[in-house]
């Protein structure tokens, strides 16, 4: 479709999402000073924008809605000079130095990739649904569509606290909310309080039992045929809208192939929020993790930030004073709290001092960060690695470290 | 392969989701429309539309509260 020449636009960081996780990123990324780029394809705010009442996130001792929070957000990120862009991702490449993240127009070109796409709502694959997704009477936000439904009535699947507290939201325009619950009568999975207050809300009303068969209508939905899990039984409830609260699914479709992930397609990052991949780092709801809330994307958000910018900053001493031209390198790895690694410390202050003219001597204290050491494919400090023209030309391990041998490998 | 440009400042919803979907009907597939706005609610409806349409759409903010609306034809 793409015949236009794309523009290139170069970023030391491109984040790829703006909920609670890409928006915190951005913050440590651009107050690091990171070039950040921010790219989020419908508003600003994510997931966290679909809740009226975020009550637990602490600093908000009166609450906030998920619109006010992810807005103090954006504009902490703006202060710190993170670029935001709306539109789709189309693509990515993100192997090799120079990551790229295409958009219809442009071709951004970063150092580092933060993934933090999050999820959508997931269907219930029943008859009917596509033909009546959004504006046809499927919602999936009743922030959104609420006022819409005023004086109608409507559906609610699921029962966690996404449908229980938008449902109760629900009542305050429409005249009727009928919850459809698959589990046994009183079962919810929300929290106590708010199935407590839909329970007494006399605009609620609770099919137990109920899954989706069918979406019916014409042009729009009007009715959704619900089965009864344990009898069979099919219910034609006539509606005005549904709105399906029964869970998300990560954003990764885009990355298959390059970034590893788990079944449900959810990314696999470690503890420094770092994928498969150098350079690219996963953070919220997005990855394969145990709690997924705006206080946990936060967290998610700027240990990625963080890894970003330490990755940055190494790639650059490696790039600037190890793998570049000039006299050979004697790279020292060491370990700072290693009695063994310090003993050896006197041999490179000789090599400095004696043999300046024929070699730099580069010191990398593992202690701090293995990022470099990584990258020089060592895992055990003491190590020197001997680098002659920007290539590693060989790896001098424990014991052998002495002048004479350093000296012999240079030459 | 051309751009085109319509001005929707100052105007409220929804004229400028109107004035977008009049002049994107007579364009050419590729052609490229930059729509002006300044209301915050043309910011969610007019890609709304045009995502659900088909079209590519990218959002930039030209100034505080003034956004630009991106839309390729793809069809």
């Known amino acids: ?411 | 392969m051309a751009e085109f440009t319509l001005d929707c400042l100052g105007e409220a919803c929804p004229i400028p989701l109107m004035k977008t979907e009049k002049k994107l009907e007579g364009l050419a597939v590729g052609d490229i429309l930059i729509v002006s706005i300044d209301h915050s609610c043309a910011m969610k409806n007019i890609p709304e539309w045009a995502r659900k349409q088909g079209h590519n759409v990218e959002i930039d903010e030209v100034d505080d509260g003034e956004w630009e609306v991106v839309i390729e034809k793809t069809k």
């Open chain 1, 1 to 411: 479709m793409n015949r236009r020449e794309k523009k290139v636009e170069q970023y030391d960081v491109v984040i790829i999402g703006g909920g609670a996780a890409g928006l915190t990123a951005g913050i440590y990324c651009g107050r690091a000073r990171l070039k950040t780029l921010l790219i989020e394809k419908s508003l600003v705010g994510g997931l966290a924008t679909y809740t009226n009442e975020i009550e637990n996130y602490p600093g908000f001792p009166d609450g906030a809605t998920g619109t006010d929070l992810m807005n103090l957000f954006q504009k902490q990120a703006k202060r710190f000079g993170v670029t935001f862009k709306l539109t789709d991702v189309k693509g990515v490449h993100l192997e090799g130095e120079t990551k790229v993240v295409e958009t219809f127009r442009t071709d951004y070109h970063a150092k580092v990739v933060i993934v933090a796409s999050g999820g959508k709502p997931r269907l219930t694959g029943a008859k009917g649904e596509d033909a009546y997704l959004y504006d046809k009477g499927i919602s999936f936000c009743a922030t959104c569509d609420a006022a819409a439904n005023t004086g109608k009535t409507v559906l609610v699947v699921g029962s966690g606290d996404a449908a229980i507290e938008e449902g109760m939201f629900l009542t305050k325009f429409a005249d009727k909310v009928i919850v459809s619950v698959m589990h046994d009568t009183g079962v919810m999975d929300c929290n106590e309080i708010a199935k407590n207050q839909a329970l007494s809300n006399p605009k609620m009303e609770f099919l137990w039992n109920t899954m989706v068969e069918e979406f019916r209508g014409g042009e729009r939905l009007n009715s959704v045929a619900l089965r009864n899990v344990k009898t069979g039984e099919i219910t034609d409830v006539t509606v005005d809208s549904c709105f399906l609260f029964i869970g998300y699914l990560p954003n990764t479709e885009i990355f298959k192939g390059q970034l590893d992930m788990n079944r449900a397609g959810y990314l696999l990052v470690n503890e420094r929020m770092e994928t498969n991949l150098p350079g690219v780092f996963g953070a919220g709801d997005v990855c394969d993790k145990f709690l997924k809330q705006v206080a946990t994307a936060v967290g998610d958000g700027a240990i990625a930030g963080y890894s970003a910018e330490r990755y940055i900053a190494e790639s650059e001493i490696v790039e600037r004073q190890i793998l570049c031209d000039g006299k050979p390198k004697a790279v020292y790895i060491w370990n700072a709290v290693q009695p063994e690694c310090r003993a050896l410390l006197p041999v490179f202050e000789q090599l400095e001092q004696e043999c300046a003219d024929c070699l730099d001597v580069v010191r990398v204290d593992v202690y701090k960060s293995k990022g470099i050491a990584r990258r020089l494919d060592v895992c055990e400090a003491p190590c020197t690695v001997i680098v002659k023209d920007g290539k590693v030309e060989q790896r001098i391990s424990g014991c052998g470290i002495t002048k004479e041998c350093i000296l012999e490998a240079i030459r």
